[in-house]
């Protein structure tokens, strides 16, 4: 989810430039569904966190992402340069659920820095959470993928320094399985271009 409102879309009208006639099906989700979706089939390859793939699965590195804080612009935190886990556990958050590989990397970092974060509304996707930001519900951590493409008014990104949160992200592949020659086309194309758009 990340990716799908920052460098995806540049990626895919070009790839769709070159190739009109191939409709490309975009399933936005959480780790565990991407995952799921590159196993059974549905999808061809999945963009997600390649750190820890299953056995079945291999991944193919793109980047690195950070995760930073989004505040509504009016919180005493929007001012900052940089802000860390521990300031935001005094604040509500809105979090994506406990099946997505972002929650549970935040979590962790919680229950390392000995933090308890007072989560009070869960979303299924990052645009929801945003915008429930911009409204005031509360403070969030998203990965840096999550802030490169439009952001509702009234949310400010700050960097999450303390502790810094970094995830290498890739594409994600059925091992053994070969492309159709639509979808490594495609691949391809993310493969090379990825850095020059991010």
């Not at 990340?2 to 099906?25: F, K, M």
């Not at 490169?148 to 053994?176: C, D, F, H, Q």
């Amino acid at each position: 989810m990340s990716v799908a409102g920052g460098v995806l879309p540049r990626l895919i009208a070009a790839y769709h430039d070159d190739r009109p006639g191939i409709e490309i099906h975009v399933r936005e989700g959480v780790y565990a569904s991407i995952i799921d979706d590159v196993r059974g089939g549905v999808a061809d390859f999945g963009i997600g966190y390649v750190d820890a793939l299953p056995d079945f699965a291999v991944g193919t590195a793109l980047g690195r992402e950070t995760f930073h804080a989004v505040v509504p612009v009016r919180h005493k935190l929007a001012g900052r340069r940089s802000v860390a886990l521990a300031e935001l556990a005094a604040h509500p958050i809105v979090a994506l659920p406990t099946e997505s590989r972002t929650r549970r990397t935040i979590d962790a970092a919680a229950v390392t820095a000995g933090l308890q974060l007072r989560q009070r509304v869960v979303v299924t996707q990052i645009a929801t959470l945003l915008a429930l930001v911009a409204a005031g519900a509360g403070v969030g951590v998203v990965p840096g993928g999550a802030t490169r493409g439009p952001l509702p008014p009234g949310v400010r990104v700050v960097p999450l320094v303390e502790p810094k949160l970094v995830r290498r992200l890739g594409l994600i592949t059925l091992r053994g399985r070969e492309l159709t020659p639509a979808a490594a086309g495609l691949f391809a194309l993310l493969r090379r271009e990825w850095r020059k758009a991010d």
